[in-house]
């Protein structure tokens, strides 16, 4: 990131903080912008996981969970 860099090495002190901080959050940014799921969807999807998981208490074979959870999911892109 280009902007970045050019921004941590200013003389801006704000400038400087900002690059900082947003380097910490670039990928983040990046893949909200790749993915387009926003953080209310992606709850719900941990929580149907979790609902998931609470039924399945006792059960030791993990690919019948991986082959619920996405039959939970089917319409959701991968």
């Known amino acids: 990131m280009d ?3 050019r ?3 200013s003389r801006i002190k ?3 903080d900002f690059g900082k901080n947003l380097r910490g959050y670039v990928q983040g940014i990046i893949a909200a912008a790749d993915f ?3 953080t209310s969807v992606l ?5 149907k996981i979790k609902q998931i998981k609470r039924r399945a208490y006792g059960f030791r074979d993990d690919l019948y969970f991986f082959l619920k959870v996405k039959a939970a999911f089917h319409g ?3």
Request: proline residues 10%; hydrophobic residues 40%; charged residues 15%.
């Open 3 to 5: 902007w970045i860099h």
């Open 7 to 9: 921004a941590t090495h």
């Open 14 to 16: 704000p400038l400087v």
């Open 36 to 38: 387009k799921i926003n």
């Open 43 to 47: 709850e719900g999807v941990n929580n």
């Open 76 to 78: 959701l892109p991968r």
